[in-house]
């Protein structure tokens, strides 16, 4: 399958400061990205959709001013935590669609666990 | 609006076949998928149906009931390495391609 690499793996923060996570796809272009929030023992919750050279779309109740998202090519997109807080302590995860055999797979970055002290 | 559902956590034991169930309402409906996360990893693929029936793949299997708004994912053989949470996602479209994913299956599997 694609790969998609997601940097850095584990961030500890201090609060008020900005985090950037990096999620690239590696082998295949990626017109659309989407970035995930995970809390413990619960499933994905999709924040925002990252498409190539515009504007990110966020779901409902995602603050874009605080979850900024670039796309600025093909296999990179970019998510920042400005002025992270306590309660943005989450996993982040990445992901692109690839097209294929039998249709268009999702697939994953290894993800970011931020904790923010 | 969108909704997927799984039950919470199942338990079964090793060499048996398990059957996670996932009911779905949505709107703009073009396939469901199925993934297998173990704890502090992202997901990864297993299977995928778009149409009506059975999708096969070694031990693992997924149906598809579009008009019942139900899937399930089969594991058979069941291994110990198994033991991790089953997400069942819906691809939507409402413009562009939207993934939306269930709160998870937490399956453990016993020796």
């Known amino acids: 399958g694609a790969v998609v690499s997601q940097h850095p793996s584990r961030v500890i923060c201090k609060s008020g400061t900005s985090v950037k996570i990096e999620c690239r796809s590696l082998?295949?272009?990626?017109?659309?990205m989407f970035w995930y929030r995970q809390f413990p023992k619960q499933s994905l919750m999709l924040m925002a959709t990252s498409n190539e050279g515009s504007k990110a779309t966020y779901e409902q109740g995602v603050e874009k001013d605080k979850f900024l998202i670039n796309h600025a090519s093909l296999t990179l997109s970019t998510l920042t935590v400005t002025s992270a807080h306590p309660e943005d302590s989450s996993f982040y995860i990445c992901?692109?669609?690839?097209?294929?055999?039998?249709?268009?797979?999702?697939?994953f970055g290894s993800g970011t666990q931020l904790s923010v002290l | 609006g969108q909704n997927i559902d799984q039950p919470t956590e199942m338990t079964a034991t090793e060499g048996a076949i398990v059957q996670i169930n996932c009911t779905y309402q949505t709107s703009g409906f073009n396939g469901l998928f199925w993934y297998q996360q173990h704890a502090g990893e992202a997901p990864t693929f297993l299977s995928y149906n778009v149409l009506d029936g059975l999708e096969e793949k070694g031990r693992f299997s997924s149906f598809l009931s579009r008009s019942k708004g139900y899937s399930y994912l089969l594991l058979k053989e069941l291994q110990m390495k198994d033991s991790a949470s089953y997400l069942c996602?819906?691809?939507?479209?409402?413009?562009?391609?939207?993934?939306?994913f269930g709160t998870g299956t937490r399956l453990k599997v016993l020796a």
């Open positions: 996602a819906v691809r939507a479209i409402s413009g562009t391609y939207k993934y939306i």
């Open positions: 992901s692109a669609s690839q097209p294929g055999e039998g249709g268009e797979k999702l697939f």
């Open positions: 082998d295949f272009q990626a017109t659309t």
